[in-house]
């Protein structure tokens, strides 16, 4: 039984009882006082929201209140794209460098933000102090395994296992002296017989990387050892952590973590990432009518709306220019959702309050890839996406979206807009800076 501190760890679940309901927390206790230590060094929220069963994401903004109350802290770790083992490990994504490698696979890779950096959480070391944890069993409790083939040899005994693999990661672990072989499939169009003898001995290696490619696996087993040996031979499932870019596009992140950034230093890959900009329709004709007392209240209001939509879709503002935001989201659904929420906030909002001047906003989005980055000790975002889809909102007019094809596409703006009773218009045009010409949509409400 580990050496949990109850009292704090009570006292501290107390505190956050305004910001989460006591079912959760109790849910959270409940997983820390039956867990092993070693599962409470690597935690991965989303293992535990399947266990528990609570959304995902509800799970991670959970973790992430109870991180700012010390009960867990942030554990940053880059993982090999072959053998997926850890090669970088931190509690700050200040000290994380993008070029990464794997000794055992021989491979230096870059660490996307999206693909290999990713966040898992580890108990706080006041509510419980772990020492003498086996690397073997902290591995093992975050991985996804489907079930296996179990194997029990006796000294100089062998076992022949003839098996499809296919593109992935398959392992044989040793139970008995926690020990692994990972062997990675490729991502080829191929499929051939291959033959893997593994002669198990007292000096076999912690940790062994084979790679393999897609086919027919023949592989025998001698148990060269002194003693009986337990094996187990399974298909690892494909990772299902919280990769950075999700993590630190979520307004919860950036509210409660704005000191967890990049090194100045360094700068992250992401493959693709969504875009949101508005701006205020009229904003300097609205400061010269109200006068800029109310015109001033009514910006903050506008920009109260944009935050609470943004935060509801799962994203953030990345900065605000003048009366306009630039907002980010992983996930292109939610861009598309956020977009609309904010068209439909704000007909109510002036609706609601029948004031002399209208709020309308100008809307633009657009997604693809570009680097994460450090500016002003903030995450920021560079690369052509980004000044697209800001030359993307220059287009609205006012109370539309205006989105680039690829988001159209991507977000599956059609069935979205079919299912909310709008409508699209698509035109050609060129755009300042860039050098194509583009097709872009209008979404309109009708």
Not at 315 to 320: A, F, H, S
Request: proline share 2%; charged share 25%.
């Amino acid at each position: 039984m580990n050496n949990i501190n109850i009292k704090l760890l009570d006292e501290k679940l107390k505190n956050s009882l305004s910001e989460i309901s006591e079912e959760r927390l109790n849910k959270v206790k409940n997983f820390i006082l039956s867990a092993n230590d070693f599962e409470l060094a690597n935690i991965n929220t989303n293992k535990i929201a399947d266990i528990v069963m609570i959304d995902k994401i509800d799970m991670m903004k959970i973790f992430l209140s109870l991180t700012k109350a010390g009960i867990f802290n942030l554990l940053w770790s880059v993982h090999c794209p072959n053998c997926k083992g850890p090669n970088q490990i931190s509690n700050s994504l200040n000290f994380i460098k993008h070029d990464s490698n794997c000794d055992l696979c021989n491979i230096n890779y870059d660490a996307g933000f999206d693909r290999n950096l990713q966040l898992s959480f580890e108990i706080n070391p006041s509510i419980l102090k772990l020492e003498n944890l086996d690397p073997f069993n902290v591995m093992f409790a975050g991985l996804y395994v489907e079930a296996g083939i179990n194997i029990n040899l006796e000294p100089k005994e062998k076992h022949y296992i003839e098996v499809d693999v296919t593109n992935g990661n398959y392992a044989l672990f040793n139970v008995t002296d926690k020990k692994g072989l990972n062997f990675f499939v490729t991502y080829e169009n191929v499929f051939e017989e291959q033959i893997y003898n593994l002669n198990y001995d007292d000096n076999t290696p912690k940790i062994m990387v084979e790679k393999l490619k897609p086919g027919k696996l023949k592989l025998t087993i001698i148990n060269n050892s002194s003693k009986d040996t337990e094996f187990i031979f399974t298909k690892i499932k494909k990772s299902e952590w919280t990769n950075a870019s999700f993590i630190t596009s979520l307004q919860e992140f950036r509210d409660m973590f704005s000191q967890e950034v990049l090194s100045i230093n360094e700068a992250f890959s992401i493959q693709n990432i969504a875009f949101i900009f508005t701006d205020i329709k009229g904003s300097t004709e609205m400061y010269e009518k109200l006068g800029d007392s109310k015109a001033f209240f009514l910006i903050k209001e506008h920009f109260k709306i944009l935050q609470e939509v943004v935060k509801r879709n799962n994203g953030g503002i990345v900065k605000t220019i003048g009366d306009a935001i630039m907002a980010v989201f992983s996930v292109t659904e939610n861009a598309l959702k956020a977009s609309y929420e904010m068209i439909e906030a704000f007909d109510l909002f002036n609706k609601e309050n029948n004031i002399a001047n209208n709020i309308f906003i100008k809307v633009g989005i657009h997604n693809g890839s570009c680097i994460a980055v450090n500016l002003n000790e903030k995450i920021d975002y560079f690369g052509t996406v980004v000044n697209m889809a800001a030359r993307i909102q220059g287009l609205s007019d006012g109370r539309e979206i205006m989105i680039s094809e690829n988001f159209f596409n991507d977000s599956f703006a059609e069935k979205f807009l079919e299912e909310k009773k709008w409508k699209s218009e698509s035109f050609v045009t060129s755009l300042k800076g860039l050098k194509d010409n583009y097709k872009i949509y209008k979404l309109i409400k009708a």
